[in-house]
């Protein structure tokens, strides 16, 4: 059973989604070469972003946005401002949703730590996504954005490393808001243990559960709680990602 806590969490995150609705301003650049492939891996811990569900489509984010790997996964739309300075550099009337796979670190080498710098809101985009808006020769253009539901194919994945007694799982291609709250992990012997992020997607548990196999429980940060049963079975290995026919809504 899900801690009881769990009915206020889900309160807390429809208000905050609720109040994350509305057009915000921002800034947009573009990395990883004209194919994007430079864009795989990244610090949410995806690695393949194919193989992870994120394709393409993909953007590093500011730490204003990125929230410490807390909005890995999560889905934005975003159009370029017309109306700004840099605005001639606009596609207009197009508009191009991205998801959160990476994060675009300050560079202190630039006044306040360029477009990525502290308190700003910036999506350095794969090349291709950004082509959608923007004219390429460019570089930079100012956008407007907003979060908005994920659509995923496929169920969530559970892509499992670690060692005998510690489980690191990178929790992957969640639909609705993308992201993950809080998650729980269960071994055959087990009751549920909750786990805690480690870095980007990856939540850790101290616990041996070798030999056992896995379910897993998962709250995304739109307040929707899923138990995905028998994941992994007793034979699981380490570096092998189980695929469910589970998925999110919000």
């Known amino acids: 059973m899900a801690p009881s806590w769990l009915g206020l969490w889900g309160v807390l995150a429809a208000c905050a989604a609720a109040g994350a609705a509305a057009w915000s301003q921002g800034t947009s650049t573009f990395y990883g070469g004209d194919d994007g492939s430079g864009t795989m891996g990244g610090a949410c811990g995806y690695g393949n972003l194919y193989d992870a569900g994120y394709g393409i489509n993909n953007a590093a984010l500011s730490t204003a946005l990125f929230n410490d790997g807390a909005s890995c996964g999560q889905c934005y739309a975003v159009t370029c401002d017309t109306s700004r300075p840099g605005g001639q550099w606009c596609r207009p009337g197009t508009s191009v949703t991205v998801s959160a796979t990476n994060l675009c670190p300050p560079n202190y080498a630039l006044p306040n730590g360029g477009w990525c710098g502290p308190g700003r809101p910036h999506f350095d985009m794969s090349q291709p996504a950004w082509a959608n808006i923007g004219v390429v020769t460019a570089g930079v253009i100012p956008v407007l954005y907003q979060q908005v539901k994920c659509s995923r194919s496929g169920g969530v994945r559970f ?55 896995l379910s897993f429980a998962v709250a995304s940060t739109g307040g929707q709680h899923v138990e995905f049963l028998n994941v992994a079975p007793a034979w699981w290995l380490f570096g092998q990602t189980y695929n469910t026919y589970q998925q999110f809504a919000y």
């Open 159 to 213: 892509s499992i490393a670690g060692s005998n007694y510690f489980l690191l799982v990178n929790i992957q291609n969640l639909g609705g808001s993308g992201s993950v709250g809080a998650a729980w992990v269960k071994g055959d012997k087990t009751g549920w243990i909750q786990m805690s992020r480690n870095w980007g997607a990856n939540w850790q548990a101290l616990a041996g559960l070798v030999g056992q196999g």
